[in-house]
């Protein structure tokens, strides 16, 4: 498919016009949205890496002599046992990243909240009851992230069948060097320049091994590894912008926006170009929006859509000086801060 036109509704300037008079909360948003997928995937690439590297040297320790039967085997005992620690890692990363795209995606709502209430004079909203409220939702948001299943699986089920999947795709250069009669020094130089360079280097460099193999590995070792953390990752972000845009009393939507860089005409177009409930396009009720990300690797925006912020104002001060003149406020105080203040 041709690369489509980038309309007005996309990009930064789609965010800014959004966002109004809160645009810097919401482009330091989108800035560490994205240094946080950059920093992961850096992270991961440089596990796979020295994962690999080890394994490589187990391998070469052989030195010019071709594999022998027990010797293949005690190679595949310890890649086995390096992909046990690869799964230790990538758990820990993936833990650590959730965390913290739960923090950016709930950031945008917490401070539009402190202007507010400070902006109303209600004490009763001060920053620590704000804080604490958010610092609840984010761990709740970040338990839901580990424990929900998608296609019958959890998030450790994921991670652990990529790693599987690393561990045979490493397992058939392994052999397929043995088959052709490889000295242990080239078949580790194989898998290093495979993990760093992909599968067109070594295909050029390796042809016998490859052809044994038949082109039945991916093109980067790394890749079904970067697209779940680049799926669960953006999930987490929106599920914190969802959760916390209903703590936050202005909000009045959500809204998609397409990325600057999109290439290409798909369900991004449609959810991002809708306009079915009135907030203009991309614009979603809460609890009418679509699950978010679209697909694999997507880099829609999505950031909220606020009311007009003077009335907001307005409304907080009279609730503060009088809970009773407006129990939808109250209500939504009880149900967000006061109840779980002690807690």
């Known amino acids: 498919m041709k690369n489509k036109k980038v309309g007005p509704n996309t990009g930064i300037d789609k965010l ?11 482009l330091l948003q989108r800035k560490e949205f994205m240094e946080l997928r950059l920093d992961q995937e850096q992270e991961i690439r440089a596990m796979y890496e020295e994962i690999s590297r080890s394994i490589a040297e187990d391998i070469a320790r052989g030195g010019l002599s071709p594999f022998d039967e027990a010797r ?6 310890e890649i086995k046992k390096r992909i046990d620690e ?25 401070q539009v909240l402190i202007d507010i209430a400070k902006k109303a004079g209600a004490t009763r909203l001060s920053v620590g009851v704000i804080e604490n409220a958010f610092y609840r939702m984010n761990t709740r948001a970040a338990e839901a992230m580990w424990s929900r299943s998608r296609f019958g699986l ?7 069948n990529k790693n599987q999947n690393y561990r045979k795709n490493i397992n058939k250069i392994l052999v397929s060097g ?17 993990v760093k360079k ?16 038949q082109g039945r590995i991916p093109e980067d070792i ?10 669960e990752m953006t999930s987490a972000f929106g599920m914190a912008t969802m959760k916390s845009a209903a703590m936050n009393p202005n909000n009045k939507g959500v809204r998609f926006i397409l990325s600057a860089s999109h290439p290409e005409y798909d369900i991004c177009d449609v959810y991002c170009e809708a306009d079915d409930y009135g907030l203009g396009p991309g614009g979603y009720p809460i609890d009418h929006a679509p699950d978010y990300p679209f697909h694999p690797n997507c ?43 002690f807690f």
């Open 16 to 26: 800014i016009e959004t966002s109004g008079p809160y645009k810097r909360w919401a």
């Open 72 to 77: 293949l085997r005690r190679i595949q005992q």
């Open 86 to 110: 690869l799964n230790r890692q990538l758990t820990i990363n993936f833990d650590r990243h959730i965390k913290r795209n739960i923090e950016a995606g709930s950031s945008y709502s917490k």
């Open 154 to 160: 959890k998030l450790s089920d994921h991670i652990w």
């Open 178 to 194: 043995v088959a052709t009669g490889e000295d242990c020094v080239n078949v580790a130089r194989a898998i290093e320049k495979y």
């Open 198 to 213: 992909g599968k067109a280097t070594f295909s050029k460099d390796y042809p016998n091994m490859m052809a044994r193999m």
């Open 222 to 231: 790394c890749y079904e590894a970067l697209r779940l953390a680049r799926t």
């Open 299 to 341: 880099l829609c925006i999505m950031t909220e859509i606020q009311e007009d912020i003077n009335t907001t104002i307005e409304r907080v001060s009279n609730w503060a000086k009088d809970p009773e003149s407006d129990p939808q406020m109250e209500k939504w105080y009880q149900d967000n801060f006061e109840k779980f203040q």
